[in-house]
């Protein structure tokens, strides 16, 4: 299990009794995005205990007691635990390590939301998504820096196989309308899923639309070159596959509009009869979706993806 800055910074803070209680529930919340629910449900309940009714605790508990991580074999073994040591710390810490797939059930819901993250170690678990009601929320992550597209630990191998996979998960969550939202490489990842898993709408921000492995994209893009060096072939241009398909999902792609790359990707699949363009006015930034949920705008353009 590799222990990054972030990971290390997210057990000291939840497992210190020496922390202020801010930062602990911090480091309980930095847990829950990196999958580690097990522990995060250890440190709320031990902190209901102690601190009473905190309402940053009680939505955390409400949150926690949602979330799991898929685990399909050869994942599903409950003694894979692992004892780490975290700077700061007394003792070692017990560990189930996470898959890349995170679930959050509504009960007898029938919508589903399928959250793709940029890459990096935690999940895109952007609280309106959680918020949502009658509705489950998947949430990807991509650790391996390939834009979701060669293979997630806990669906699959290949894209071939994690279609398959997320297939059977909305099937057992007896979902039957499907939602998909990404951010930059999950963005891509997202447009294109939802080619393959019948979605009804796309919520995409900051989106690549466009990836090939010639040295000028390369160079401007230094993100793509994992994908070009392990698997070139998948490799696409979204642009076509949405043209050439008989029946596209409804698109939101929202952007900065001082963002030139942003920019250039989004423009690119404007003409489109399935496609609208959200920009966030004078924004430079490639986060379009913290911007919007920093002013109160990211709930608006979740409401309009659920009613395609």
């Given at each position: ?227 070009s060096r392990s698997r070139p072939e998948m490799m696409e ?49 490639h986060h379009a979706w913290a911007k919007l949920l920093e ?14």
């Open positions: 299990m590799v222990m990054t800055r972030a990971i290390s910074k997210a057990f000291f803070n939840a497992y210190s009794e020496n922390q202020p209680i801010r930062a602990r529930l911090e480091g309980v919340a930095d847990l829950m995005r990196h999958g580690y629910i097990d522990n995060a449900w250890e440190i709320i309940q031990s902190l209901n205990q102690t601190q009473g009714q905190l309402q940053p605790l009680e939505w955390l508990s409400w949150a926690c007691d949602r979330l799991e991580i898929l685990r399909p074999p050869p994942y599903d073994d409950p003694n894979d635990i692992e004892t780490i040591a975290v700077d700061g710390l007394s003792r070692g810490v017990p560990v189930r390590p996470p898959t890349d797939v995170m679930i959050a059930r509504s009960w007898a819901a029938t919508r589903v939301i399928v959250a793709f993250g940029g890459v990096g170690e935690a999940f895109w678990s952007v609280p309106p998504f959680l918020e949502v009601p009658n509705c489950h929320l998947v949430m990807l992550r991509d650790t391996t820096r390939l834009f979701h597209v060669a293979g997630i630990e806990g669906l699959g191998g290949s894209y071939a196989d994690c279609v398959a996979g997320l297939r059977r998960v909305i099937k057992k969550l007896g979902a039957t309308q499907v939602f998909v939202s990404g951010n930059s490489s999950g963005g891509y990842a997202a447009l294109r899923y939802a080619l393959d898993i019948e979605a009804r709408g796309v919520l995409a921000f900051s989106p690549f639309t466009r990836l090939n492995a010639s040295e000028e994209e390369l160079a401007k893009f230094p993100a793509v070159r994992p994908l241009d979204l642009l076509p596959l949405y043209q050439s398909h008989p029946n596209p999902p409804k698109v939101i792609i929202v952007y900065g509009d001082k963002h030139p790359v942003d920019t250039e990707h989004a423009l690119r699949m404007k003409d489109l009869p399935n496609v609208a363009l959200e920009p966030v006015h004078g924004y430079d930034g002013e109160n705008k990211f709930r608006p353009l979740l409401k309009q993806l659920l009613a395609f």
